[in-house]
Structures are given as structure tokens and as C-alpha cells.
């Protein structure tokens, strides 16, 4: 069996040390889906939505979230991001909010990524749950990352655009 990465020798939580490790540039792709409600649907199509412009604050929240994933994830690396977007997309009755995160480092942004991604989709639920509470968040998960010692890694279902 292999050892965990965050227990010491005698079974205590700590914090990976990467200080051997190189610095590769690295990325990571993470999404969220919201399924909304035919209401809020209409709110976001008419610009309606009571708390504001839904898109431009998501966006706002998951970079908020990324800069800040060190000091929410227990033992996570705080990193120096280089980069980090937020595209937000209505497919039907789903928004589907992708985030993307880079640095170079010794450690991938994997973390960044799915905060971004999270936190970008409890904010389309405050924002909207005045018109509705019954949204619901799914499918939060990985999509890609590149970097580090184990290279790139994809998705099953994620393609390349």
C-alpha cells in the first residue's frame, strides 16, 4: 500500500513539502453545472435577476475563489496564479460555468480550478434564490490539467477544443 502524501510517520496531518520539486507550468480545467428553473431562466434572459448582473459577479466570485483555495482546502499550497477565467454558457436550463487556472510551480492548480468552479456556482444560487430555491448544482469535477510529473490528464468525456 502506498503511504498518504499528508500523514507523517507517526499518522499526523501535515503539509506536502515540494521544495524539491521543479517548477513546470501548469493548468487545470475544472466545471460546475447549475440546473435552473424556468423563472430564473427568464431573469437572466431579460436581465432581470434581483441581485444584479448574475454573469460579471459569478466571474468575479470563482477568481476570488481561486486566489483564495489555500486558505479553505486544509494543507493546500497557497500558489502564485498567473491566470485564471471563468467562462459562463446557458446550455437549455443548465449553466455550465468553467473555470481555468494557471501557474508555473511546484504544485498543479487542480484545487483552484474546482474551488473556482464551486464557488462560482453557489453564487449563481444566491443570487437567484429569491426567484427560486430550486436550482441544483451538479457535476462539479475535473476536466483537465497539465504540468508536474504526471504530465497532462483529460477527462473521459472532455474534448478537446
Known sequence: MSQ???LNSSGEAHMVDVSEKVDTARSAIAQSQV??????IVA????????????ATARISGIQA????SDLI?????????KVSIDIELQGNILVITAVCKT???????MEALTAASVAALTVYDMCKGLDKGM???QTR????????????????HSID
Open 44 to 55: 437572466i434572459s431579460d436581465s432581470t435577476v434581483p441581485k444584479g448582473d448574475l454573469y
Open 142 to 157: 475535473l476536466l483537465e490539467k497539465t504540468g508536474g510529473k504526471s504530465g497532462r490528464w483529460l477527462s473521459e468525456d
Open 74 to 82: 486544509p494543507l493546500c499550497h497557497p500558489l502564485p496564479l498567473s
Open 4 to 6: 498518504l502524501t499528508h
Open 66 to 69: 481561486a486566489k483564495k483555495t
Open 104 to 110: 508555473t510551480g511546484k504544485t498543479g492548480v487542480e
Open 35 to 40: 440546473q435552473l428553473t424556468d423563472a430564473i
Open 136 to 138: 441544483v448544482i451538479s
